[in-house]
């Protein structure tokens, strides 16, 4: 009898940018590999065995791995190498819902006679990925989308584990809590101190404990999770609530020219994606985190919406502007903006004065610029001499 699998794949590129970078250059292969120096925005496999991981500061690091080549990120091969990789899931099933620029799910749940079981079809496509992009993708096979990214993780690197349904609570439950959605440093420390280390525990748990502990929201959501209750389907053509962009800063002081340049930087990218994906937006986001791990995020929502870069660059310089005495006090190690409470560019109700309407046809005319002679054709005066090294965990336009 044959055991039932699938339908649902998620599929997840191995170190994403450290592997595009050991695939564009061969001398790089098999060495470990550092992107970006400031800030760690990917780390090759053989960087971290040596404890070497995203996020963590440059100095850091090469002192984990003094012999690892640092590399400046190239975001625009990034993109245009996850464009290959979607290309193939496309070719693979309609059903994909996009995660970021390096993982998606996949639904082959329908193709059990024209591509074989979901096993065969993630064969074909890691093979695909391999041939057509150069490069290594795990995928997790299994009956739900948390089951299938769980899979994913424990198959890495360079892998492929299918969950059979007569299986799945005999591969999830010896597994840490750590592997749940939802559960970070802090509810696994609570969990811990009640003796709750494995998903196997936590799902012989009674609710009634989990939802005084974590709370109503968090208790049930990762008691249905430990029992593999997850309803949700792959979905696809859905729209882009947000756009949005960040970069890492390391943990050396900035001073409030230097936090401005990169924000003009974040506004400027992340407008040109507004525009070209026919948008504009109401709401002004800037995400901060500071030298001890915590977040905050500051907004304006403006009166009109808008897809013009000087109208969202001074919303977000206020808020950085703002927040620059908390800046100050506790050191930032990522500044982020966002644009939401998206609408589709025609129609809107035009506002006076017009002016807003001719900078945003200014704006238009510089992205056909860029579009015809590349990004460094025309930019700020400000951006002049500046890389390319935002981190986009972002879907590809």
Same mark, same amino acid.
């Given at each position: 009898m044959?055991?039932?699998?699938?339908?649902?794949?998620?599929?997840?590129?191995?170190?994403?940018?450290?592997?595009?970078?050991?695939?564009?250059?061969?001398?790089?292969?098999?060495? !470990?590999?550092?992107?970006?120096?400031?800030?760690?925005?990917?780390?090759?496999?053989?960087?971290?065995?040596?404890?070497?991981r995203?996020?963590?500061?440059?100095?850091?690091?090469?002192?984990?791995?003094?012999?690892?080549?640092?590399? !400046?990120?190239?975001?625009?091969?990034?993109?245009?190498?996850?464009?290959?990789?979607?290309?193939?899931?496309?070719?693979?099933?309609?059903?994909?819902?996009?995660?970021?620029?390096?993982?998606?799910?996949?639904?082959?749940?329908?193709?059990?006679?024209?591509g074989?079981?979901?096993?065969?079809?993630?064969?074909?496509?890691r093979?695909?990925?391999?041939?057509?992009?150069?490069? !290594?993708?795990?995928?997790?096979?299994?009956?739900?989308?948390?089951?299938?990214?769980?899979?994913?993780?424990?198959?890495?690197?360079?892998g492929?584990?299918?969950?059979?349904?007569?299986?799945?609570?005999?591969?999830?439950?010896?597994?840490?809590?750590?592997?749940?959605?939802?559960?970070?440093?802090?509810? *696994?420390?609570?969990?811990?101190?009640?003796?709750?280390?494995?998903?196997?525990?936590?799902?012989a748990?009674?609710?009634?404990?989990?939802?005084?502990?974590?709370? &109503?929201?968090?208790?049930?959501?990762?008691?249905?999770?430990?029992?593999?209750?997850?309803?949700?389907r792959?979905?696809?053509?859905?729209?882009?609530?947000?756009?949005?962009?960040?970069?890492?800063?390391?943990?050396?002081?900035?001073?409030?020219?230097?936090?401005?340049?990169?924000?003009?930087?974040?506004?400027? &990218?992340?407008a040109? $994606?507004?525009?070209?994906? $026919?948008?504009?937006?109401?709401?002004?986001?800037?995400?901060l985190?500071?030298?001890?791990?915590?977040?905050?995020?500051?907004?304006?929502?403006?009166?009109?919406? *808008?897809?013009?870069?000087?109208?969202?660059?001074?919303?977000?310089?206020?808020?950085?502007?703002?927040?620059?005495?908390?800046?100050?006090?506790?050191?930032?190690?990522?500044?982020?903006?966002?644009?939401?409470?998206?609408?589709?560019?025609?129609?809107?109700?035009?506002?006076?004065?017009?002016?807003?309407? $001719?900078?945003?046809?200014?704006?238009?005319?510089?992205?056909?610029?860029?579009?015809?002679?590349?990004?460094?054709?025309? *930019?700020?005066?400000?951006?002049?001499?500046?890389?390319?090294?935002?981190?986009?965990?972002?879907?590809?336009?």
């Amino acid at each position: 009898m044959t055991v039932a699998e699938g339908p649902i794949l998620h599929a997840d590129l191995d170190s994403f940018y450290a592997s595009v970078e050991q695939r564009d250059d061969p001398a790089l292969k098999g060495r !470990p590999v550092i992107v970006g120096g400031g800030v760690v925005l990917a780390a090759s496999y053989e960087a971290k065995a040596y404890g070497v991981r995203t996020a963590m500061g440059g100095a850091q690091a090469r002192r984990l791995c003094p012999h690892a080549v640092v590399v !400046p990120p190239r975001m625009s091969a990034y993109s245009a190498a996850s464009k290959v990789v979607f290309d193939v899931f496309h070719d693979t099933t309609p059903w994909v819902e996009g995660l970021s620029i390096d993982e998606a799910f996949l639904d082959v749940g329908g193709l059990t006679r024209i591509g074989g079981r979901p096993r065969d079809i993630a064969e074909r496509l890691r093979a695909s990925v391999a041939e057509r992009a150069g490069l !290594p993708i795990t995928v997790g096979v299994a009956r739900t989308k948390f089951l299938a990214k769980v899979a994913s993780r424990v198959a890495k690197p360079d892998g492929l584990l299918v969950v059979p349904h007569d299986a799945e609570l005999e591969f999830l439950h010896p597994l840490p809590v750590g592997a749940l959605w939802g559960v970070g440093k802090v509810t *696994t420390e609570k969990l811990r101190a009640r003796g709750i280390t494995t998903v196997g525990q936590l799902a012989a748990s009674e609710p009634v404990d989990l939802v005084s502990m974590l709370g &109503r929201a968090a208790g049930g959501h990762l008691h249905d999770l430990a029992h593999n209750r997850d309803p949700r389907r792959v979905e696809i053509g859905r729209r882009r609530r947000s756009i949005g962009a960040q970069r890492a800063l390391g943990r050396g002081r900035r001073t409030p020219a230097e936090l401005d340049v990169v924000l003009v930087a974040l506004i400027d &990218r992340i407008a040109r $994606r507004l525009r070209a994906a $026919r948008r504009v937006c109401r709401t002004v986001t800037i995400r901060l985190r500071f030298a001890d791990f915590t977040r905050v995020t500051r907004s304006h929502t403006l009166t009109d919406p *808008t897809a013009g870069t000087g109208v969202l660059l001074a919303a977000a310089r206020e808020l950085l502007v703002a927040a620059l005495p908390m800046i100050a006090d506790r050191g930032l190690t990522l500044l982020g903006a966002a644009l939401s409470n998206l609408a589709d560019e025609d129609p809107f109700q035009l506002a006076l004065p017009f002016e807003r309407q $001719r900078a945003t046809q200014l704006d238009t005319a510089l992205d056909a610029v860029r579009d015809r002679f590349g990004k460094a054709a025309v *930019t700020r005066a400000i951006l002049l001499g500046r890389p390319d090294d935002l981190e986009v965990p972002l879907l590809p336009d």
